[in-house]
């Protein structure tokens, strides 16, 4: 039986008591002294078939701090992919390093040959600083990856997709709180404006809400501050910012003890994993504060809907846009739950999902 806790513990404690605790099947640490590659693959569970998550490519400034991310990410991957009906289990891998700096053909390539070696346990596709030119290399060495160029019969980016589970989500919530889905002048600030991010201010332009951005890279401000009527924040003053929802579409964590005590808004629905960085003490503080919280794991669920489709081999546009837009419904559901039950909307879709996996669980073993 999965269980629907987790206590951040950070500290010398050993990987297998991280394992443990989270709950994983199994982490495989990968090294190539040619390329320099260092990654972790982290199999969280494959009751519902294999696992499957992106590879995140980010300049950890610990191998610590990297195998905590993994273990969190891969973890959420499970019920993200539950939540959304998928025959799909939780799965996450992590290459350590700037992507700016070392990545190229030959680590990519090298990383797929470790993920070939798993048998097909493990999918890959894109996360952070990682491209549909990467998952081209990867593929070179292994069929188990997925978001390849549509040019090579794949679905491509997966971020447009992710962007739209997010639009709808929060506009879900946005109705739960005001009544209306509507979000025209609506003070939104979105932070990280990755791919994720930047699709999200697309959709967000269109229905006339107000945009604000953050992001810690200079290049990708100028970038998106060029193609669209987007205000800048500086990373500095965004939990102090006067807004009505807090988009985070960047790393995890940003909801914790110091931001959620400071935060000017009556919403969270943002593309980014874990946002929570304790699931029960945040998602309490975030209710105590009249915060309503749309969980990550399920808003954000539409970059797996779209990459699993493709892997599964039953890839329709149409269909997995049908399928993203649905997470309006069950975002909606989940916080009339939450509200019905007096638990936290992480608490509740958490529930969803456990509840499915280990009904199936019940029918089958493991993939």
């Not at 894109?126 to 794949?154: C, F, K, W």
Request: hydrophobic share 40%.
């Amino acid at each position: 039986m999965i269980s629907d806790t987790l206590d951040k513990k950070v500290g010398s404690i050993s990987v297998f008591e991280h394992v443990a605790e989270y709950e994983h099947e199994q982490v495989v640490y990968c090294y190539d002294k040619t390329t320099g590659l260092k990654a972790i693959i982290a199999v969280h569970n494959t009751v519902l078939g294999p696992a499957m998550g992106g590879t995140r490519m980010w300049d950890y400034a610990t191998e610590e701090e990297a195998a905590i991310d993994v273990l969190r990410l891969s973890r959420g991957m499970t019920f993200k992919s539950a939540i959304a009906g998928l025959n799909i289990g939780g799965g996450k891998a992590v290459i350590i390093g700037d992507a700016r700096k070392i990545k190229n053909e030959a680590l990519m390539r090298r990383f797929g040959k470790f993920i070939d070696s798993l048998g097909g346990r493990y999918v890959t596709a894109e996360d952070v600083n990682m491209t549909t030119q990467d998952m081209e290399y990867i593929r070179m060495e292994t069929s188990h990856v997925a978001g390849i160029p549509e040019n090579l019969g794949g679905s491509g980016d997966p971020s447009p997709v992710t962007a739209y589970g997010v639009y709808v989500g929060m506009k879900a919530a946005n109705k739960k709180v005001t009544g209306s889905d509507d979000l025209k002048g609506r003070r939104i600030l979105v932070q990280g404006v990755g791919n994720v991010g930047t699709n999200l201010i697309s959709y967000l332009t269109k229905e006339g809400a107000e945009i604000f951005v953050s992001d810690i890279f200079e290049d990708k401000l100028e970038k998106v501050t060029s193609a669209y009527k987007v205000s800048v924040v500086p990373s500095s003053e965004v939990f102090e910012f006067d807004m009505d929802i807090y988009a985070p579409c960047a790393l995890g964590g940003t909801l914790n003890d110091d931001s959620i005590s400071k935060l000017k808004c009556s919403i969270v629905a943002g593309g980014a994993n874990n946002q929570l960085l304790d699931e029960v003490r945040h998602g309490n503080m975030l209710i105590d504060r009249g915060i309503t919280y749309a969980p990550d794991f399920l808003i954000n669920g539409g970059g797996i809907i779209n990459v699993g489709c493709e892997y599964l081999g039953n890839y329709n546009r149409e269909v997995v846009m049908g399928k993203t837009e649905h997470i309006y419904n069950t975002c909606l559901s989940v916080l009339d739950k939450s509200e019905e039950d007096g638990i936290t909307p992480q608490e509740a879709a958490m529930k969803i999902a456990i509840d499915r996996i280990n009904a199936i669980g019940g029918i089958k073993l493991s993939f």
